[in-house]
């Protein structure tokens, strides 16, 4: 009860709060966490109300589609100029990615990392776990704001493409600038690689799969590798966290349990959840999406229920339990995309094909096994990000691959009305968000 108290008081403290500098989190009280428990419960905080609108950007992609005979006005409003990428003029009650909630998170990251030398009663193990937690929470969160308000690492001149402002220290009286992409991934790598130096648990059980671990830490490194194309770099950390956990759950059997969820084999780590119940009743799975899953893909009817001809359930996310910020099928897919941008066919395919024997029909692999083999190496390549789409879909990874990759057209209608992204259009970047802009107009003239 007493440690329950104290995380609700933590929690009341650190994120409800105002004031009017940049990030927006000076407390309005004041808790001095003392003990490892305290900072324990203060991670616990942290993670309770870290931002589940990863999958927001769904809406942007060519996964999900607004409907006129689905979707209700309040959802009209709150998603529609998010998803046909009006971003200049946009409504005012549209949905916007939790700016406060990710500068929040850094900020905690940041305060235990200044103030672990302070930490009383409990063990060195213990103090190197959490300081290595804040090292690869403070990376990830960069990462995902890097990713949505900057330029693609791939796209353009990272050396000069500035993203956001990145924080090191705890000193909320700090108005910074926006950094560049560059300095961004540089500084997500080497928290990446500190927190492997005081990581000391390898995996944890599903209760506090919401943590960082070991496993997580080769996993999200190799999805920053991935993003920057360091294809040696990404098969290595895949290869490191599959050799840890290689599980993939069988969709081909009955009595499968879906992927996205935080009981799965295939969790590495669950903190954000997938498609909240809001997203997935806003709208419909685009059936053109749901149409090119091939013949014997089990994907197809797991993932989505037919309601119609044309209108289908998505059965992905909308619970607690739908949880995945990594999973090892992701591992799969980036080792064999990397494999094959080096060059390395059969290393590819000895990646590629446990995936395919736990998603589809063994009636048609030998089939389609053939067919991969008689692909060339490109045609190969669009088979694993094809692969990926279908795989990873509706849990936030496809607009950061359409980014990293063509940033194909896109093609939307509501009501008889065309939208249309362009190949490589400025809009797979988004704008800084007006409470940021509102409490730093520097900003305005800094970013993308």
């Given at each position: 009860?007493?440690?329950s108290?104290?995380i609700?008081?933590?929690?009341?403290?650190?994120?409800?709060?105002?004031?009017?500098?940049?990030?927006?989190?000076?407390?309005?009280?004041?808790?001095?966490?003392?003990?490892?428990?305290?900072?324990r419960?203060?991670?616990?905080?942290?993670?309770?109300?870290?931002?589940?609108?990863r999958?927001?950007?769904?809406?942007?992609?060519?996964?999900?589609?607004?409907?006129?005979?689905?979707?209700?006005?309040?959802?009209?409003?709150?998603?529609?100029?998010?998803?046909?990428?009006?971003?200049?003029?946009?409504?005012?009650?549209?949905?916007?990615?939790?700016?406060?909630?990710?500068?929040?998170?850094?900020?905690?990251?940041?305060?235990?990392?200044?103030?672990?030398?302070?930490?009383?009663?409990?063990?060195?193990?213990?103090?190197?776990?959490?300081?290595?937690?804040?090292?690869?929470?403070?990376?990830?969160?960069?990462?995902?704001?890097?990713?949505?308000?900057?330029?693609?690492?791939?796209?353009?001149?990272?050396t000069?493409?500035?993203?956001?402002?990145?924080?090191?220290?705890?000193?909320?009286?700090?108005?910074?600038?926006?950094?560049?992409?560059?300095?961004?991934?540089?500084?997500?790598?080497?928290?990446?690689?500190?927190?492997?130096?005081?990581?000391?648990?390898?995996?944890?059980?599903?209760?506090?799969?919401?943590?960082?671990?070991?496993?997580?830490?080769?996993?999200?490194?190799?999805?920053?590798?991935?993003?920057?194309?360091?294809?040696?770099?990404?098969?290595?950390?895949?290869?490191?966290a599959?050799?840890?956990?290689p599980?993939?759950e069988?969709?081909?059997?009955?009595?499968?349990?879906?992927?996205?969820?935080?009981?799965?084999?295939?969790?590495?780590?669950?903190?954000?959840?997938?498609?909240?119940?809001?997203?997935?009743?806003?709208?419909?799975?685009?059936?053109?999406?749901?149409?090119?899953?091939?013949?014997?893909?089990?994907?197809?009817?797991?993932?989505?229920?037919?309601?119609?001809?044309?209108?289908?359930?998505?059965l992905?996310?909308?619970?607690?339990?739908?949880?995945?910020?990594?999973?090892?099928?992701?591992?799969?897919?980036?080792?064999?995309?990397?494999?094959?941008?080096?060059?390395?066919?059969?290393?590819?395919?000895?990646?590629?094909?446990?995936?395919?024997?736990?998603?589809?029909?063994?009636?048609?692999?030998?089939?389609?096994?053939?067919?991969?083999?008689?692909?060339s190496?490109?045609?190969?390549?669009?088979?694993?990000?094809?692969?990926?789409?279908?795989?990873?879909?509706?849990?936030?990874?496809?607009?950061?691959?359409?980014?990293?990759?063509t940033?194909?057209?896109l093609?939307?209608?509501?009501?008889?009305?065309?939208?249309?992204?362009?190949?490589?259009?400025?809009?797979?970047?988004?704008?800084?968000?007006?409470?940021?802009?509102?409490?730093?107009?520097?900003?305005?003239?800094?970013?993308?």
């Open positions: 009860m007493k440690k108290i104290y609700i008081m933590l929690l009341s403290v650190f994120c409800l709060c105002s004031c009017d500098n940049f990030l927006d989190i000076q407390p309005t009280g004041k808790v001095i966490a003392r003990t490892g428990e305290e900072y419960a203060l991670l616990t905080g942290v993670y309770y109300t870290y931002p589940d609108d999958s927001l950007t769904t809406f942007r992609t060519d996964e999900f589609t607004l409907d006129p005979t689905v979707t209700i006005a309040e959802d009209l409003n709150s998603y529609f100029d998010l998803w046909r990428w009006n971003d200049i003029t946009p409504d005012e009650n549209t949905v916007s990615f939790s700016w406060r909630g990710y500068y929040h998170a850094i900020y905690i990251a940041n305060y235990v990392l200044e103030h672990q030398a302070e930490i009383e009663e409990a063990s060195p193990s213990e103090i190197s776990q959490m300081v290595g937690e804040c090292y690869m929470l403070r990376a990830y969160t960069h990462f995902i704001l890097t990713n949505l308000f900057g330029k693609p690492y791939t796209k353009g001149n990272p000069t493409d500035v993203a956001v402002p990145l924080y090191t220290t705890a000193d909320v009286e700090s108005v910074k600038s926006c950094s560049t992409v560059a300095e961004l991934y540089n500084q997500i790598r080497a928290d990446i690689d500190s927190a492997e130096h005081h990581l000391t648990t390898k995996k944890w059980d599903t209760t506090l799969s919401y943590r960082f671990s070991t496993i997580a830490a080769s996993a999200l490194k190799a999805r920053v590798c991935l993003y920057m194309g360091k294809w040696n770099e990404a098969l290595r950390a895949a290869e490191s599959l050799e840890v956990q599980a993939l069988d969709l081909t059997q009955n009595g499968y349990i879906m992927p996205d969820l935080c009981t799965s084999a295939e969790n590495l780590m669950a903190l954000e959840k997938v498609m909240k119940s809001a997203y997935k009743a806003a709208g419909i799975p685009n059936t053109e999406f749901i149409q090119s899953y091939r013949s014997g893909d089990m994907r197809k009817s797991r993932f989505f229920k037919a309601k119609t001809s044309r209108i289908y359930e998505l992905k996310g909308g619970t607690d339990q739908s949880r995945s910020t990594i999973r090892t099928a992701e591992c799969y897919l980036t080792a064999a995309e990397c494999a094959l941008r080096l060059g390395e066919r059969e290393k590819a395919m000895n990646y590629l094909t446990p995936l395919m024997e736990k998603r589809y029909l063994k009636a048609i692999l030998p089939t389609l096994l053939n067919e991969l083999g008689n692909m190496n490109d045609q190969l390549i669009t088979f694993v990000l094809e692969e990926r789409s279908h795989e990873l879909a509706f849990e936030g990874h496809r607009w950061f691959d359409l980014r990293r990759t940033q194909p057209r093609s939307k209608q509501y009501e008889g009305i065309t939208y249309e992204l362009n190949e490589g259009d400025s809009r797979y970047t988004l704008p800084l968000p007006k409470e940021a802009i509102s409490a730093n107009p520097n900003l305005a003239s800094e970013q993308n």
